[in-house]
């Protein structure tokens, strides 16, 4: 499965409030569910991966204090993540890598630890909302290992959508519950939350190929009359498709980005 070019971010970078309209047409929930699905993984990724190059590129003892990492569209093709130490406010950048491709492409240490800019500053600040709201909301991930964080800048200035994913930390499953949105505006103020499962929900991880044919993980689904952007941030994630039963028994077939109906289940 291919990774997805920025252009496509990009050019699906609504305001974050269409995520979280609920008189949405099914057509426009797909599509919505398409393009976050698929910012998700991509953000996911960059933050992965360049991760590892801080790793190996900062001495451990200058990691000291870190507090965390932005991630920003840099052009069309590229992701920046840049990382910090302190708090949201008073944070101070100290290494950037560029992503491209799902892979580092450039990254340096800064000879002089630099302010965040403004709009670093309501992302990270953004992370740290989400933290406070999981706790107060109950959230938690289904694994032992603490939730990974999605922010999601706002194209024009509006709210931030960050995703709280429970990590997987099996090779032989993948947990599909325990995952989350929580939505905030500019100003910190909380737009809204909600759970994308009612219960944790850890499925064998489908065979590449099965009796010649294309194996996938298959779910029921009963919050929402369509797949969502966690169906198709888990197929980029398991390389293969993601097969969803919807409440009214509607059949899905979720390959990356793309969702169509497919066969209603016998």
Known sequence: MQMIGMAAILAVASPATAVIQDERSDQQRIADAS????????????????????LEDVP???????????????????????????????????????????????????????????????????????????????????????????????????????????????NDSYMMGGNYRIVIAPDGKIVSTRAFSLSCLNLPKPDVKKDGKEAGLFITHLMDPVPTEIHVFASYSLASPVFVLTKDKSFWIVQGNRISPGPRPK
């Open 60 to 170: 451990r003892d200058q990691l000291t204090g870190a507090g965390g990492y932005v991630i920003e569209p840099l052009d069309r093709d590229t992701l920046r993540a840049t990382y910090f130490k302190g708090q949201a406010t008073t944070a101070r950048a100290f290494f950037v890598a560029d992503v491209r491709g799902g892979k580092v492409v450039r990254h340096q240490i800064l000879a002089k630890p630099e302010p965040l800019t403004p709009a670093q500053m309501i992302l990270a600040r953004a992370r740290e909302i989400a933290s406070t709201t999981a706790e107060t909301q109950g959230y938690r991930p289904c694994t032992p290992a603490p939730f990974n964080s999605v922010v999601i800048p706002s194209a024009d200035g509006g709210p931030v959508t960050v995703y709280l994913l429970t990590p997987q930390v099996t």
């Open 35 to 54: 393009a976050y699905g698929a910012m998700i993984y991509a953000f996911d990724r960059a933050a992965w991966v360049s991760t590892d190059s801080l």
